[in-house]
């Protein structure tokens, strides 16, 4: 693979710190030059990412030193097939969703609103960071920026639920990747002496004869230590971060931090670890099997609730480990299922989120047992939401079809029928809970306080961003040839 030095990877990760810079500057007074700094930011972000991708598609890799500290240790960054697939939706995401939140934040008429724009900013700063990380160290540098950058999203409403939420939410994933990650990290460059990741997903970084009780130590440290990957029982900070402003709920479910935390566990074990030791130690399968359970009981308890944003958030738990269970599997149909479920997740969900707060703006409702009759007042909300449960059920023709195809039959290549029946029986749990809020919403009984209030769809700058995403979780589905391209050229 060749690799061309690209000064256009730091602009990409400093695009968002810039942004971030302009917000602040142009502060509370001048609202719509503050969104415009944000989108401006957006849509830079976007342009660099997007015209990398034919020099991906053209099979390089491009890379930028920022700085070295040891040999085989640097702060460095660097552009590969897997990269994109993370960068390509978090940059087009965050512009769909400066937009939005935008309509969310003024329609609430919510305090803070600059504060919030700069800690969105460097939210993303800290993403794309992850997503261009070129070694490990780099890769848990902008993780933790992550964690700490959205801390006060978290906690906007400066409540003392949103206090005990947002202090859950940063010990969980700084706790883990300091006490878990961290160490493993240390030892690894012990072992190798470097963090590079490795140019395939095969070989891995480790050296030959590395004892097979350590390998799983240090493995085991890293899928763990990555908690923002919702995997249980690191997953409790998740559903408490449901107290932030819808448009922060989008952010973490959908691309910054939820995404982050399954892009470095899936970057660690097919760019440190690899396939072959990963078969070689018998480490696939048991990690399938592991984050199964995760994919059940989080179905199960999002069934549970009634509060909108609740469900999804379980779902979201449930959803992530999707991804972790198609690269586990370690075959190449179960490797792109899980890869492509990174950007399919990211649309649907999104679009979710998006629903929930248009939702509420328009209603102040929250709970799915008062939103009976509402499908028929808002009909582009709940057809979108319509469209983004039926990825999220795997039912053609969204683009959650594709993962669930794709994984069915990484399954069978590793001819385990357990994951089959795992992935048939969370598919039931998925259409169990969202079905209902559908057929709700468009066919249950309006309650005459509904009817007096008249209720109607909710601003354009809430409608119209969660129609795109919608439409483009179905064009992925129906198309879904551009996206797999990159996950091809994983493998």
């Given amino acids: 693979m060749q690799k061309i030095n ?30 415009g700094c ?15 991708i034919p020099a991906i598609f053209a099979g390089k890799m491009l890379h930028y030193t920022v700085f070295k500290l040891l040999p085989g240790l640097s702060v460095s960054l660097r552009a590969d097939a897997m990269s994109m697939i993370f960068a390509v939706c978090a940059s087009f995401l965050w512009m769909v969703t400066v937009f939005y939140s935008a309509g969310y ?25 992850c997503a261009f990380s070129d070694n490990l160290l780099t890769l848990y540098l902008f993780y933790e920026i992550v964690s700490l950058c959205t801390y006060p999203l978290v906690a906007h409403h400066q409540d003392e639920e949103s206090y005990e939420s947002g202090k859950k939410y940063l010990t969980y994933l700084t706790s883990t990747a300091k006490g878990l990650v961290l160490p493993a990290m240390v030892l690894i460059y012990v072992l190798s002496g470097s963090l590079d990741f490795a140019t395939n ?22 899928i763990l230590g990555f908690a923002k990957n919702g995997v249980m029982p690191f997953h409790n900070w998740l559903p408490s971060a449901m107290v932030a402003p819808t448009p922060v709920s989008a952010l973490l479910h959908a691309v910054a931090v939820v995404k982050v935390g399954v892009f470095s566990t899936c970057r660690v074990m ?32 999002a069934l549970s609730k009634d509060n909108l944003k609740a469900r999804l958030a379980y779902s979201t738990v449930s959803q992530l480990s999707y991804i972790i269970l198609g690269v586990a599997l370690l ?34 409702k929250k709970n799915i047992s008062e939103m009976s009759g509402l499908g028929r007042a808002m009909p582009f909300t709940f057809g979108a939401f319509a469209l983004a449960s039926l990825s999220m059920i795997g039912a053609p023709p969204v683009c959650g079809f594709v993962t669930k195809w794709y994984l069915v039959n990484g399954a069978i290549d590793a001819h385990s029928i357990a994951i089959l029946i ?21 066919f249950g009984k309006t309650s005459e306080a509904d009817v007096k209030h008249k209720f109607t769809e909710a601003h354009p700058s809430l409608v119209i961003p969660l129609t795109i995403t919608a439409a483009i979780s179905l064009v992925i589905g129906l198309y879904p040839q551009f996206l797999m391209h990159f996950v091809q050229h994983v493998l």
Avoid: W
């Fill in 6 to 35: 690209d000064i256009r990877l730091l602009l990409a990760v400093l695009a968002p710190l810039i942004g971030a810079g302009l917000v602040m500057v142009t502060g509370k007074k001048r609202p719509n030059l503050r969104e």
């Fill in 38 to 52: 944000s989108l401006l930011a957006s849509t830079s972000l976007f342009v660099l990412v997007a015209s990398m």
């Fill in 105 to 129: 934040m003024r329609g609430l008429n919510e305090h803070e609103q600059t504060r919030f724009n700069v800690c969105f900013a460097l939210a993303l700063f800290g993403a794309i960071g």
């Fill in 201 to 222: 997903i095969h070989t891995g970084i480790l050296p030959p004869g590395v004892h097979r009780g350590l390998v799983t130590a240090l493995y085991i440290c890293c």
């Fill in 270 to 301: 097919l760019y440190v670890f690899g396939a072959d030791i990963m078969h070689k130690f018998d480490l696939g399968l048991p990690t399938a099997y592991f984050v199964s359970f995760t994919i059940i009981a989080a179905s199960i308890v």
């Fill in 331 to 364: 075959t190449d149909t179960g490797i792109e299922g899980g890869l492509i479920h990174i950007a399919n997740h990211a649309f649907s969900k999104i679009t979710l989120f998006f629903c929930a707060g248009a939702i509420y703006v328009a209603t102040h």
């Fill in 422 to 442: 795992v992935l048939l029986t969370s598919t039931l749990l998925n259409a169990a809970y969202f079905v209902p809020v559908v057929y709700s919403g468009f």
